[in-house]
C-alpha cells in the first residue's frame, strides 16, 4: 500500500480503476458510509498459531509452550487519513462482541477456540473488527487495547455483551482484563517448566471507588495500549497479534515473584519486558504512569502483514 492510501467509496470498482488511473474522485458518495473489516491474526514471529499445537521459540529462553488462551477487548477504532485526520469506525448494532455507548466503541476479540490448550475458553471465535466509514482516502489505523473508562468499571454479571464475559472480568474495581493471554507448559504439570504457566492480564489497577454505590473510580495505572499502523490497508492486510514479541524479555518457565507472569502489578518483575512490548508506563518501583509512552510507537505486539 502506498501513501495515497486505500479508497472506499460507493463507485463500482471498474468506475474506481478508471478514476485511479485519471487521478481523480468525488462524487456524490463520496460520504456513504461503507463497510471496513480490520482483521487479526495469532502468530509466534511469522507462524501462524492456534490452541492445537504446540508454539515454539517462546521467550528468552526460545522455548516451547502452549496457548491457553488468546482473548482482548479493542476499542474507538479509528482510520486515519494522509494529513493525519482520524475518523472513528462505526460499530453495527449491539452483538455478542460489539458494543457502543457514550461515544465509546469497544469489541471483543477471540482468537482462541476451546480446542487443545484452551479447554476452558469457548468454540465460538471473533477475529475482527468490523464497522462504517465515510467514503475516503485513508492510510493508516489506529485503536486501544482496552476498554474505555466509562464502560469499564461495571458488574460483568449484568453489563452487555461483550462486557459480560466471566472469563474477561476483574473486580468491580479493576472492572475488565483489557488482554487475557496465557501460555503452559507444553507437558503439563509433569514438564520442566518451574511455574508450569504465564499469564500476561492487562487492566487497570490501583483502582477505588465503587460504582454500585455511586462513587467515583479513579485507577492509579489505567494500563490501556494505545497504537497505530500508519501504513494499513484492510483490503489486502491483517494485524498481525505476535505472541513472540510480546513475551520476548521474560523467561516463561519461572516466576520471580506473585502471580504466574505479569498481572498489571506495578511491581511485578514479569510486567517490566511486557508493558515495554505494550509501550505502557512501567517502572518497577511502582511509580509507573499506566500511559501509552509516546501513543505506542515502540509497541512490538501489533503489526500488519499481508492477508
Given at each position: 500500500m502506498t501513501r495515497q492510501g486505500f479508497i472506499l467509496s460507493a463507485l463500482p470498482l471498474a468506475a474506481l480503476a478508471t478514476l485511479a488511473a485519471c487521478g481523480g474522485g468525488g462524487g456524490s458518495d463520496d460520504d456513504t458510509p461503507k463497510t471496513v473489516t480490520i482483521e487479526f491474526a495469532a502468530v509466534a514471529g511469522n507462524t501462524p498459531i492456534g490452541c492445537g499445537s504446540t508454539v515454539s521459540g517462546l521467550g528468552s529462553g526460545g522455548v516451547d509452550a502452549k496457548l491457553q488462551d488468546f482473548r482482548f477487548y479493542v476499542s474507538n477504532v479509528k482510520l486515519v487519513k494522509a494529513d493525519g485526520t482520524e475518523v472513528a469506525l462505526t460499530l453495527p448494532a449491539d452483538d455478542d462482541w460489539n458494543h457502543s455507548a457514550g461515544g465509546n466503541a469497544v469489541t471483543l476479540i477471540d482468537l482462541e477456540d476451546g480446542s487443545g490448550g484452551c479447554s476452558a475458553g469457548t468454540s465460538a471465535t471473533h477475529t475482527s473488527v468490523t464497522g462504517t466509514v465515510p467514503a475516503g482516502d485513508y492510510v493508516?489505523?489506529?485503536?486501544?487495547?482496552?476498554?474505555?473508562?466509562?464502560?469499564?468499571?461495571?458488574?460483568?454479571?449484568?453489563?452487555?455483551?461483550?462486557?459480560?464475559?466471566?472469563?474477561?472480568?476483574?473486580?468491580?474495581?479493576?472492572?475488565?482484563?483489557?488482554?487475557?493471554?496465557?501460555?503452559?507448559?507444553?507437558?503439563?504439570?509433569?514438564?520442566?517448566?518451574?511455574?508450569?504457566?504465564?499469564?500476561?492480564?492487562?487492566?487497570?489497577?490501583?483502582?477505588?471507588?465503587?460504582?454500585?454505590?455511586?462513587?467515583?473510580?479513579?485507577?492509579?495505572?489505567?494500563?490501556?495500549?494505545?497504537?497505530?499502523?500508519?501504513?494499513?490497508?484492510?483490503?489486502?492486510?491483517?494485524?498481525?497479534?505476535?505472541?513472540?514479541?510480546?513475551?520476548?524479555?521474560?523467561?516463561?518457565?519461572?516466576?520471580?515473584?506473585?502471580?504466574?507472569?505479569?498481572?498489571?502489578?506495578?511491581?511485578?518483575?514479569?510486567?517490566a519486558a511486557v508493558f515495554q512490548a505494550l509501550a505502557i508506563g512501567w517502572n518497577a518501583d511502582g511509580s509507573g504512569s499506566g500511559l501509552p509512552v509516546d501513543g505506542g510507537a515502540a509497541q512490538t505486539l501489533f503489526r500488519a502483514v499481508a492477508k
Open positions: 493508516g489505523v489506529r485503536m486501544t487495547m482496552g476498554v474505555p473508562f466509562p464502560l469499564n468499571h461495571t458488574d460483568y454479571a449484568s453489563a452487555p455483551a461483550p462486557l459480560d464475559v466471566q472469563a474477561m472480568a476483574w473486580s468491580w474495581q479493576s472492572g475488565r482484563k483489557f488482554a487475557k493471554i496465557e501460555v503452559v507448559d507444553p507437558d503439563g504439570s509433569t514438564g520442566t517448566w518451574a511455574a508450569h504457566s504465564f499469564y500476561v492480564h492487562l487492566g487497570s489497577t490501583g483502582c477505588s471507588g465503587n460504582p454500585a454505590n455511586g462513587e467515583t473510580v479513579s485507577c492509579v495505572a489505567a494500563n490501556r495500549m494505545d497504537f497505530a499502523l500508519a501504513a494499513f490497508d484492510p483490503a489486502t492486510q491483517k494485524i498481525a497479534v505476535d505472541l513472540r514479541a510480546l513475551l520476548a524479555g521474560n523467561d516463561i518457565t519461572r516466576n520471580q515473584a506473585g502471580a504466574p507472569g505479569c498481572m498489571s502489578g506495578g511491581t511485578d518483575p514479569e510486567c
